[in-house]
Each structure stands twice: as C-alpha cells, then as structure tokens.
C-alpha cells in the first residue's frame, strides 16, 4: 500500500520560513517525479516544485525542492513567505511530471496546512 504522509506546515509571519516534508511508504520515490502542489481556499491545485531523475528539478516561485533517497522523504524549504503563499500543500508521486494537478493520476498525500499572516 502506498502512502505519503505531509508534514511540516504551520502558522507563521510573513518572511518567515517552513520546510515540509512528505514521507513515503510502499514506493521508492527515486523512481518517481516527485512533485508539491498547493491549494489555497476557493481555488485550484496549483503545481509548485517537481524533482525526478529525468526531468530534473524544477520550482514555480521562491522555494527548494529535495528529497533524501535514502530516508525516502521529498522536503520543501520555503523562505521569504508571504500571505498569498497560504494553502494547503500536498506532494505527488506521478510516472511523469505533469503540472496538471489532477488527483486521478499518480499518488497523493493528506497535505499540510500553512499559513502566513502579514
């Protein structure tokens, strides 16, 4: 059975920082693209951070993404937060890395909540 367990989120000021972390059990996520999406209330997923093996990394915005293959945990350090950085976060395990937050497609996480009040 996979699952991928979200940590990390929190309420904190704005400038502030937070790293999330996204724990993965009945895959390897090095075989996976890895990926972070955010859902802020009344809106869509919106795709924020993607990591695999052949696409490479790459981040919509201000943040890091990185996982730790050995511990098969995905991390998302983000800095210099802001209010409309406020959502839910979720990570994503997918074949391919699409930015399209589709919940059908791949495995996904119960998310982690962060906000960031001004």
């Known amino acids: 059975q996979v699952q991928l367990v979200e940590s990390g989120g929190g309420s904190v000021q704005s400038g502030g920082s937070l790293r999330l972390s996204c724990a993965a059990s009945g895959i390897r996520i090095s075989l996976y693209c890895m990926s972070w999406f955010r859902q802020a209330p009344g809106s869509g997923l919106e795709w924020v951070a993607s990591i695999s093996n052949i696409a490479g990394t790459a981040v919509n915005g201000r943040f890091t993404i990185s996982r730790d293959n050995v511990k098969n945990t995905l991390s998302l350090q983000m800095n210099s937060l802001k209010p409309e950085d406020t959502a839910m976060y979720y990570c994503?395990?997918?074949?391919?890395?699409?930015?399209?937050?589709?919940?059908?497609?791949?495995?996904w996480g119960q998310g982690t909540q962060v906000t960031v009040s001004s």
């Open positions: 994503r395990a997918d074949g391919a890395c699409s930015r399209l937050g589709n919940r059908a497609l791949g495995y």
